[in-house]
């Protein structure tokens, strides 16, 4: 087939190519918010809340330190094998969740699934870059954008339901036929042609960045806990990090194809716009893991009800991301950022703000606020870094965006819930009760079934939602802070396009 024909046939069968790459962002996308929903139910079932953060970082991780891997592989033999490679290793874990029978082994399924999941989101997103023109980009990656903000509708909605009626391993099982469709379509209508490359795979960078963030994800969740802050393991654990994590810097910088190319980063928007996914990541995971703990936990609400008010950030995030096409050729890429940057601002404020008798549709409201921040920065970014880069560097600069975003959620995750873990140990310590003076901090298992509630003391249940509160409200500064260090970042995007 020669070029003509090629071209010919990707646009006849675009919508095609396009409905599979949306399907398999929703199986990555919906991942997030529909095992959030899950987890009160899944802790409730296997115990273990101290690890309650392990189930999203072990994912997060796996995700995140083969995410550059995957978008150079993809620059090199091509975006299809390389996704159903990814695809194939997600639906491989997300089986075996299903059938795990402590969190533990949750935990360890979870690594597998996550290291799949680190080729979905930025090797979609590549494809649409490789077949739509930049004209028609900033249109067709407010729907990629909006698919994010569906999954989150619908992630806690099927979430609660599926929690509610056949069990908490069917959120895992959802993903098998969804992805297995969506490959199905993408190897009969997608038809690339890729240019022979010899370059070398950049093992040795993937390897250090991988050692470097393990052992800071380790300290950060186990920080205060099992390892005291202010030791001399936290200290050395840290200081191996620093160390890898230069070696990583140095080795990219001398590689000759680097997984990280760190030459894109000198163009301003790209810096900017992979620092605030930074930012945006730690507040993104910071409400959707914690949120339905505490409207379980505190509010006393049900599964659903918890899912909503994570839904109600799904609203949001699609309207926004579709409203976002627009905005960026009217408006341009700095003022749509920046109001995506206030939205984010509003949002945290109001989770800062948030008292337990206010209900659940004052979370619902604050979610929707970052969804639409979420939508509209999400959108300009990607736009943004895909017209400023040649299609050879076109996966690596993408799945550098999605790297920094699903770095900030993978420490985010980590650091929030080490503070999340001590704040309720120290709650408890300090607390005058002699019943609740003993309890360790998978106590706080017991909140997040109504049957285990009503089996508490009421002055042992009060304390214990006491001690959530109060540790999720120092999360929620935490976020909040994040947001403006977002706004701060986004100041300094370049005005002109």
């Known amino acids: 087939m020669d070029y003509a024909d090629h071209e010919r046939r990707e646009i006849k069968y675009r919508p095609f190519i396009l409905a599979a790459v949306m399907l ?17 139910a899944i802790t409730a079932d296997l115990g273990g809340f101290q690890l309650y953060s392990w189930v999203f970082s072990s994912y997060l991780l796996m995700s995140t330190v ?14 299809k094998p390389v996704l159903t490679f990814g695809m194939s290793l997600f639906l491989i874990g997300s089986i075996l969740c299903g059938f795990a029978e402590s969190m533990e082994w949750l935990i360890a399924f979870r690594f597998i699934q996550g290291l799949g999941a680190g080729a979905v989101m930025p090797i979609a997103s590549t494809i649409v870059g490789d077949i739509y023109s930049k004209e028609e980009r900033a249109k067709i990656q407010g729907y990629l954008s909006s698919v994010w903000g569906i999954s989150a509708v619908m992630g806690p909605a099927i979430g609660g339901l599926l929690v509610e009626t056949i069990g908490w391993q069917y959120v895992f099982w959802i993903n098998v036929p969804l992805g297995v469709l969506s490959l199905t379509v993408l190897w009969i209508f997608l038809k690339e042609n890729v240019e022979k490359n010899t370059s070398p795979i950049d093992y040795k960078g993937a390897a250090l960045l991988s050692a470097s963030l393990t052992v800071l994800l380790y300290l950060l969740v186990e920080g205060g806990i099992s390892i005291p802050w202010l030791s001399g393991a936290a200290l050395g654990m840290f200081t191996v990090s620093v160390l890898l994590l230069i070696l990583f810097v140095r080795h990219e910088l001398r590689s000759p194809d680097p997984m990280m190319p760190f030459s894109i980063w000198k163009n301003r928007a790209i810096f900017i716009a992979n620092i605030v996914s930074l930012t945006t990541g730690v507040l993104l995971i910071g409400i959707s893991s914690y949120l339905p703990a505490f409207v379980t936990g505190v509010m006393e609400e049900s599964a659903s009800v918890a899912g909503f008010t994570l839904t109600a950030m799904s609203i949001g995030w699609p309207i926004a991301a579709t409203v976002a096409g627009s905005l960026l050729i009217r408006i341009g890429y700095y003022r749509t950022s920046l109001i995506g940057g206030i939205s984010l601002i509003i949002g945290t404020l109001l989770f800062v703000l948030m008292e337990p008798e206010y209900g659940p549709l004052w979370p619902a409201i604050s979610s929707f606020f970052v969804g639409i921040g979420m939508g509209l920065t999400t959108t300009s970014f990607i736009v943004s870094i895909q017209s400023s880069v040649p299609w050879k560097l076109r996966g690596a600069a993408t799945a550098a965006n999605m790297f920094m975003r699903n770095l900030g959620s993978t420490v985010g995750v980590a650091l929030l ?15 005058e009760n002699q ?24 002055g042992v249940l009060e304390q214990l939602q006491i001690a959530m509160t109060n540790g999720l409200n120092i999360v929620y500064y935490i976020v909040f802070a994040f947001a403006l260090i977002s706004l701060f970042f986004i100041l300094f995007l370049p005005r002109k396009e």
Do not use: C, H, W
């Open 24 to 40: 398999a962002m929703f199986v990555g996308a919906i991942e997030a918010t529909i095992v959030s929903t899950a987890m009160p």
């Open 435 to 458: 019943e609740v003076k003993s309890l360790g901090v998978d106590a706080v298992n017991r909140l997040l079934e109504a049957e285990q509630r009503s089996q508490l003391e009421p």
């Open 417 to 431: 819930g080490g503070v999340l873990n001590s704040s309720i140990r120290s709650s408890f310590e300090n607390n």
């Open 66 to 79: 083969t995410v550059l891997l995957y978008g150079k592989l993809s620059d090199l033999f091509g975006r």
